[in-house]
Protein backbone atom coordinates (compact mmCIF):
# COMPACT_ATOMS: atom_id res chain seq x y z
CA UNK A 1 0.00 0.00 0.00
CA UNK A 2 1.47 3.31 -1.11
CA UNK A 3 1.87 5.69 1.74
CA UNK A 4 -0.40 8.61 1.50
CA UNK A 5 1.63 11.94 3.07
CA UNK A 6 -0.13 15.06 4.00
CA UNK A 7 1.77 18.19 3.30
CA UNK A 8 0.92 20.93 6.13
CA UNK A 9 2.21 24.00 4.27
CA UNK A 10 2.71 26.67 6.86
CA UNK A 11 5.53 28.51 4.21
CA UNK A 12 6.72 28.35 0.70
CA UNK A 13 9.80 29.26 -1.21
CA UNK A 14 10.84 33.11 -1.58
CA UNK A 15 9.19 34.51 -4.84
CA UNK A 16 12.63 35.16 -6.66
CA UNK A 17 13.54 31.42 -5.81
CA UNK A 18 10.23 29.31 -6.48
CA UNK A 19 10.10 29.30 -10.59
CA UNK A 20 13.79 27.28 -10.07
CA UNK A 21 13.12 25.34 -6.91
CA UNK A 22 9.44 24.98 -6.40
CA UNK A 23 7.51 25.33 -3.06
CA UNK A 24 9.02 23.96 0.21
CA UNK A 25 6.25 20.83 -0.48
CA UNK A 26 7.85 20.03 -3.88
CA UNK A 27 11.32 19.67 -2.29
CA UNK A 28 9.94 17.42 0.19
CA UNK A 29 8.31 15.09 -2.55
CA UNK A 30 11.78 15.79 -4.66
CA UNK A 31 13.65 14.63 -1.59
CA UNK A 32 11.46 11.34 -0.99
CA UNK A 33 11.40 10.11 -4.86
CA UNK A 34 15.54 11.02 -4.92
CA UNK A 35 15.66 8.45 -1.98
CA UNK A 36 13.86 6.04 -3.62
CA UNK A 37 10.07 5.99 -1.87
CA UNK A 38 7.04 6.47 -3.93
CA UNK A 39 4.47 8.00 -1.80
CA UNK A 40 1.84 9.97 -2.68
CA UNK A 41 1.61 13.48 -1.54
CA UNK A 42 -1.96 16.22 -0.81
CA UNK A 43 -0.52 19.57 0.07
CA UNK A 44 -2.38 21.95 2.33
CA UNK A 45 -1.45 25.44 2.73
CA UNK A 46 -2.68 25.85 6.59
CA UNK A 47 -0.85 29.23 6.60
CA UNK A 48 -3.90 30.33 4.07
CA UNK A 49 -6.41 28.39 6.60
CA UNK A 50 -6.53 25.55 4.18
CA UNK A 51 -6.50 22.46 6.52
CA UNK A 52 -7.51 18.42 5.95
CA UNK A 53 -11.30 17.70 6.89
CA UNK A 54 -9.38 15.00 9.67
CA UNK A 55 -7.07 13.85 11.94
CA UNK A 56 -6.60 10.91 9.59
CA UNK A 57 -7.40 12.06 6.39
CA UNK A 58 -3.37 11.20 5.17
CA UNK A 59 -1.56 8.58 6.20
CA UNK A 60 1.07 10.32 7.70
CA UNK A 61 1.93 14.66 8.26
CA UNK A 62 4.95 16.42 6.99
CA UNK A 63 5.15 20.19 8.69
CA UNK A 64 7.34 22.09 6.42
CA UNK A 65 9.63 25.64 7.45
CA UNK A 66 8.24 28.97 7.26
CA UNK A 67 9.23 32.76 6.92
CA UNK A 68 6.54 32.83 9.76
CA UNK A 69 7.51 32.70 13.71
CA UNK A 70 5.67 30.40 15.64
CA UNK A 71 6.02 33.73 18.21
CA UNK A 72 3.25 35.51 15.81
CA UNK A 73 0.49 33.81 17.51
CA UNK A 74 -1.36 33.89 14.25
CA UNK A 75 -5.37 32.29 14.56
CA UNK A 76 -3.68 29.29 11.76
CA UNK A 77 -0.81 28.36 13.72
CA UNK A 78 -3.40 27.83 16.86
CA UNK A 79 -5.58 25.74 14.78
CA UNK A 80 -2.44 23.66 13.54
CA UNK A 81 -1.31 22.99 17.01
CA UNK A 82 -4.69 21.85 17.61
CA UNK A 83 -4.53 19.36 14.22
CA UNK A 84 -0.88 18.39 15.66
CA UNK A 85 -2.35 17.04 18.75
CA UNK A 86 -5.44 15.65 17.31
CA UNK A 87 -2.89 13.39 14.95
CA UNK A 88 -0.72 12.66 17.93
CA UNK A 89 -3.79 11.14 20.00
CA UNK A 90 -4.70 9.23 16.90
CA UNK A 91 -1.23 7.87 16.91
CA UNK A 92 0.42 9.60 13.98
CA UNK A 93 3.01 9.74 12.41
CA UNK A 94 3.90 13.42 11.76
CA UNK A 95 7.54 14.90 10.60
CA UNK A 96 8.09 18.52 11.23
CA UNK A 97 11.05 20.44 10.01
CA UNK A 98 12.48 23.91 11.22
CA UNK A 99 8.90 25.70 11.65
CA UNK A 100 7.28 22.38 11.78
CA UNK A 101 9.66 21.37 14.56
CA UNK A 102 9.11 24.49 16.81
CA UNK A 103 5.28 24.41 16.84
CA UNK A 104 4.91 20.94 17.88
CA UNK A 105 6.90 21.84 20.10
CA UNK A 106 5.07 24.25 21.76
CA UNK A 107 1.68 22.51 20.88
CA UNK A 108 3.34 20.52 23.87
CA UNK A 109 4.11 23.04 26.36
CA UNK A 110 7.76 23.82 25.14
CA UNK A 111 9.41 27.45 25.40
CA UNK A 112 9.95 28.59 22.16
CA UNK A 113 11.39 31.95 20.97
CA UNK A 114 14.68 34.16 19.40
CA UNK A 115 17.72 32.36 20.34
CA UNK A 116 19.74 34.82 22.15
CA UNK A 117 22.94 34.05 20.16
CA UNK A 118 21.00 34.77 16.63
CA UNK A 119 20.56 33.43 13.40
CA UNK A 120 21.76 29.68 12.76
CA UNK A 121 22.49 29.74 9.20
CA UNK A 122 24.24 27.62 6.31
CA UNK A 123 25.56 23.94 7.53
CA UNK A 124 25.15 23.01 10.49
CA UNK A 125 26.40 19.46 12.07
CA UNK A 126 24.70 18.10 15.08
CA UNK A 127 25.48 15.00 17.14
CA UNK A 128 23.24 11.95 17.72
CA UNK A 129 22.08 11.40 21.12
CA UNK A 130 20.13 7.96 20.50
CA UNK A 131 21.12 5.35 17.67
CA UNK A 132 19.09 5.99 14.76
CA UNK A 133 19.31 2.96 12.41
CA UNK A 134 19.16 4.83 9.13
CA UNK A 135 22.33 7.30 10.55
CA UNK A 136 24.41 4.50 11.25
CA UNK A 137 27.21 4.84 8.24
CA UNK A 138 28.03 8.49 9.58
CA UNK A 139 29.77 8.00 13.00
CA UNK A 140 27.09 9.41 14.89
CA UNK A 141 26.41 13.34 13.70
CA UNK A 142 24.58 14.57 10.88
CA UNK A 143 24.74 17.84 8.61
CA UNK A 144 22.14 20.14 7.31
CA UNK A 145 21.42 23.10 5.71
CA UNK A 146 19.79 25.47 8.55
CA UNK A 147 17.84 28.96 8.44
CA UNK A 148 16.78 29.95 11.99
CA UNK A 149 16.21 32.36 14.53
CA UNK A 150 13.68 30.84 16.64
CA UNK A 151 14.29 28.34 18.54
CA UNK A 152 12.85 25.71 20.77
CA UNK A 153 14.23 26.77 24.23
CA UNK A 154 12.91 24.04 26.53
CA UNK A 155 12.31 20.31 25.76
CA UNK A 156 8.99 19.17 25.84
CA UNK A 157 8.29 16.57 28.75
CA UNK A 158 6.58 13.78 25.94
CA UNK A 159 9.95 14.31 23.79
CA UNK A 160 12.98 12.52 23.78
CA UNK A 161 16.44 14.44 22.35
CA UNK A 162 17.77 12.34 19.52
CA UNK A 163 20.55 15.47 18.06
CA UNK A 164 21.80 18.66 19.80
CA UNK A 165 24.91 20.74 19.34
CA UNK A 166 26.07 23.28 21.31
CA UNK A 167 24.47 26.06 18.67
CA UNK A 168 20.58 24.21 19.01
CA UNK A 169 20.55 21.91 22.30
CA UNK A 170 17.15 20.45 20.80
CA UNK A 171 17.96 20.20 17.45
CA UNK A 172 15.77 16.67 16.66
CA UNK A 173 12.98 15.42 19.07
CA UNK A 174 11.02 12.77 19.13
CA UNK A 175 7.59 12.28 21.09
CA UNK A 176 7.30 8.57 21.60
CA UNK A 177 6.96 6.57 18.33
CA UNK A 178 4.46 8.92 16.96
CA UNK A 179 6.37 12.71 16.13
CA UNK A 180 9.95 12.92 14.68
CA UNK A 181 10.57 16.75 14.39
CA UNK A 182 13.60 18.28 13.08
CA UNK A 183 15.43 21.94 13.36
CA UNK A 184 17.27 21.89 10.12
CA UNK A 185 16.26 21.47 6.51
CA UNK A 186 16.89 18.19 5.17
CA UNK A 187 14.99 19.70 2.06
CA UNK A 188 17.86 22.39 1.51
CA UNK A 189 20.29 21.56 -0.57
CA UNK A 190 23.78 23.44 -1.05
CA UNK A 191 22.50 25.27 -4.27
CA UNK A 192 19.40 26.96 -2.77
CA UNK A 193 20.87 27.34 1.00
CA UNK A 194 23.60 29.49 -0.85
CA UNK A 195 20.90 31.36 -3.42
CA UNK A 196 18.45 31.62 -0.11
CA UNK A 197 21.12 33.21 1.97
CA UNK A 198 22.40 35.67 -0.94
CA UNK A 199 18.86 36.88 -1.46
CA UNK A 200 18.23 37.18 2.59
CA UNK A 201 21.51 38.75 3.20
CA UNK A 202 21.56 41.99 5.98
CA UNK A 203 17.17 41.84 5.53
CA UNK A 204 16.46 40.10 7.42
CA UNK A 205 19.32 38.24 8.28
CA UNK A 206 22.16 39.92 9.37
CA UNK A 207 25.78 39.64 7.20
CA UNK A 208 27.31 38.57 9.92
CA UNK A 209 25.86 35.35 9.98
CA UNK A 210 25.05 34.89 5.98
CA UNK A 211 28.66 35.43 4.87
CA UNK A 212 30.26 33.18 6.78
CA UNK A 213 28.03 30.23 6.19
CA UNK A 214 28.39 31.42 2.55
CA UNK A 215 32.00 30.83 2.72
CA UNK A 216 31.71 27.24 3.79
CA UNK A 217 28.88 26.54 1.45
CA UNK A 218 31.20 27.72 -1.49
CA UNK A 219 33.96 25.00 -0.51
CA UNK A 220 34.34 22.34 -2.69
CA UNK A 221 33.68 19.47 0.35
CA UNK A 222 30.62 21.44 1.16
CA UNK A 223 27.88 18.79 1.32
CA UNK A 224 24.50 16.95 3.51
CA UNK A 225 23.03 14.47 4.61
CA UNK A 226 20.01 14.69 3.32
CA UNK A 227 19.40 11.78 1.69
CA UNK A 228 20.68 9.51 4.42
CA UNK A 229 18.19 11.49 6.81
CA UNK A 230 15.39 11.54 4.60
CA UNK A 231 15.46 7.64 4.69
CA UNK A 232 15.41 7.84 8.44
CA UNK A 233 12.00 10.31 7.99
CA UNK A 234 10.96 7.78 5.73
CA UNK A 235 10.88 4.83 7.95
CA UNK A 236 9.54 6.37 11.05
CA UNK A 237 6.64 7.48 8.64
CA UNK A 238 5.75 4.30 7.08
CA UNK A 239 6.65 2.44 10.66
CA UNK A 240 4.20 4.70 12.44
CA UNK A 241 1.17 3.86 9.77
CA UNK A 242 1.77 0.32 9.95
CA UNK A 243 1.56 0.61 14.12
Known amino acids: MTLKIGILATGTTPDNLIDQYGSYADMFVRLFEQAGYGFTFTTYDVRDDVFPESADACDAWIITGSKFSVCDKSPWMARLKDLILDIYDTGGPIVGICFGHQIVAEAFGADVDRYPQGWGVGLHTYRLEKNVAELSALDGRFTLNAVHQDQVLSKPEQADVIASSSFCPFAALQYDDRILTLQAH??????????????RRDAPIPSTATDPALVALDEASAQTDSLQVAHWMAEFLQQGRRR
Not at 186 to 199: G, I, N, Y
Open 186 to 199: PEFDVAFETRLLQS
